[in-house]
């Protein structure tokens, strides 16, 4: 695959239902063959959030920039660059920007379920 | 698990032969419960590399900080910070750093060989 830089990677809108200001890049997916999981960059404009949802996959989480909270376990707990998180699968969690925004790589895996394509993936 | 801040987590050199100045800290792994991939936090310092080897699994790698080559493809090329690739099974590879030294993220899958657990993760 060719090098890609999160910052030339355009961003899309994330069109699921409860995000609001969410938009997301594919960085390394299975079209990109990754054999088992891949690598989003997601930006979260201020005010704005990840739907609060859970699946019965993981999230391995880094922000790496701005401020917010997660929902997790029921709580939500303040995040800032450098965090890492992982967010077990069957777990409730939305992630919320502050008035900066807030900006993380957000891990999934290629598939759930022996074999079946993970959304998103 | 707790939160864990990449800048708190102590690094510790890595034993393998072939590697120079590296350190490293597991961010996310398999005694953490991720149930498909481990995240590591890798540091070579100026002048350092990693070992310049392959194996059977993947590694997906997000550069942080620094300057450096990635050996890829029989070919060295030049990364920096935002720069995300995809190293597939089976292919030789060796990070370099530049003067200033090289930070970058490193993902393994948790396992390989139908539940063998992957080193390192």
């Given at each position: 695959?060719?090098?890609?830089?999160?910052?030339?990677?355009?961003?899309?809108?994330?069109?699921?239902e409860g995000a609001k200001?969410?938009?997301?890049?594919?960085?390394?997916?299975?079209?990109?063959?990754?054999?088992?999981?891949?690598?989003?960059?997601?930006?979260?404009?201020?005010?704005?959030?990840?739907?609060?949802?859970?699946?019965?996959?993981?999230?391995?989480?880094?922000?790496?920039?701005?401020?917010?909270?997660?929902?997790?376990?029921?709580?939500?707990?303040?995040?800032?660059?450098?965090?890492?998180?992982?967010?077990?699968?069957?777990?409730?969690?939305?992630?919320?920007?502050?008035?900066?925004?807030?900006?993380?790589?957000?891990?999934v895996p290629v598939s759930?379920?022996?074999?079946?394509?993970?959304?998103?993936?």
């Open positions: 695959m060719e090098f890609r830089n999160i910052d030339r990677v355009p961003m899309e809108p994330v069109p699921m200001g969410t938009t997301m890049a594919m960085m390394v997916g299975r079209e990109d063959g990754a054999p088992n999981f891949s690598l989003r960059h997601v930006r979260v404009e201020g005010g704005g959030h990840t739907p609060r949802h859970s699946h019965d996959y993981e999230h391995e989480v880094v922000v790496l920039e701005g401020a917010g909270t997660v929902l997790l376990e029921g709580d939500e707990h303040p995040i800032r660059p450098g965090d890492v998180l992982l967010v077990p699968p069957g777990e409730e969690h939305q992630f919320k920007a502050s008035a900066e925004g807030l900006r993380f790589l957000c891990l759930r379920n022996c074999g079946e394509p993970t959304p998103g993936s």
